[in-house]
């Protein structure tokens, strides 16, 4: 079964140093978990990001950052794992989740078959009210299935991956503070968005990003550049 892990935390200024040992932490986890790994890599600043409303019909642009304080995406992975508690267990271990948090969700199959990525990245988060996402399966489901299939033949090679989420209650936050590993099942926040699905699009810029973003049958998506530093 496959899980995506988005990365979640206050965006922080490092020095040479801090950025350095981080980098190494992330570099040994990859070291680690390299068997489970499936894709993955850091995001460019919030300011950097852009927000889509209005669905394809009437798109609106909104340049990020979003919500001063908050906390933000910092990057993802997607892990193939036997089940949650062998996620949960990945994502303990990655670096952003003893200053931040990891959300872990299982994905509603396996997702577009990853392809090898060049040049310049994004990543379209799909973000839904957490009473609007539909059960894999429904009827419901299957119509939006069909959505994003338009979407698929319109964007073509520009798509490089991607996959629906299960609905919030079957998402799982971790956190570690002082060793200790903290569990919070999902949903989070009563009335926040939350994720849907995702994209990983290719582009050769932003205005190009957003356009094919713009495309995508959502509520909204956030798109974020790939910052590219992946060693995977």
């Given at each position: 079964m496959q899980y995506f892990a988005l990365l979640i935390s206050k965006e922080r200024d490092r020095t040479p140093e801090e950025g350095a040992a981080e980098m190494a932490a992330y570099q040994?986890?990859?070291a680690k978990a390299a068997s489970a790994i499936r894709g993955g890599d850091a995001l460019l600043p919030a300011a950097t990001a852009?927000?889509?409303t209005g669905g394809p019909d009437a798109p609106m642009i909104t340049d990020g950052p979003f919500a001063e304080g908050a906390e933000v995406a910092g990057g993802y992975y997607v892990f193939e794992a036997e089940n949650l508690d062998e996620a949960l267990a990945l994502a303990r271990d990655i670096p952003a989740a003893k200053y931040g948090a990891v959300e872990v969700w299982p994905m509603a199959g396996p997702g577009l078959e990853p392809q090898p990525l060049a040049g310049t990245n994004w990543i379209a988060l799909l973000l839904e009210p957490p009473e609007r996402p539909a059960a894999p399966g429904t009827p419901e489901w299957q119509a939006i299935v069909a959505l994003h299939q338009e979407f698929g033949a319109a964007?073509?090679?520009h798509i490089k991956s991607g996959a629906g989420l299960h609905p919030p209650s079957t998402a799982t936050t971790v956190r570690v503070r002082d060793g200790e590993?903290?569990?919070?099942?999902?949903?989070?926040v009563e009335g926040a968005e939350v994720a849907n699905g995702f994209y990983v699009l290719s582009a050769a810029d932003r205005d190009e990003a957003v356009k094919l973003a713009s495309m995508i049958p959502a509520s909204a998506v956030q798109v974020r550049q790939l910052a590219g530093i992946s060693d995977l």
């Open positions: 040994s986890f990859h852009v927000r889509i964007a073509g090679q590993v903290l569990i919070t099942d999902g949903p989070y």
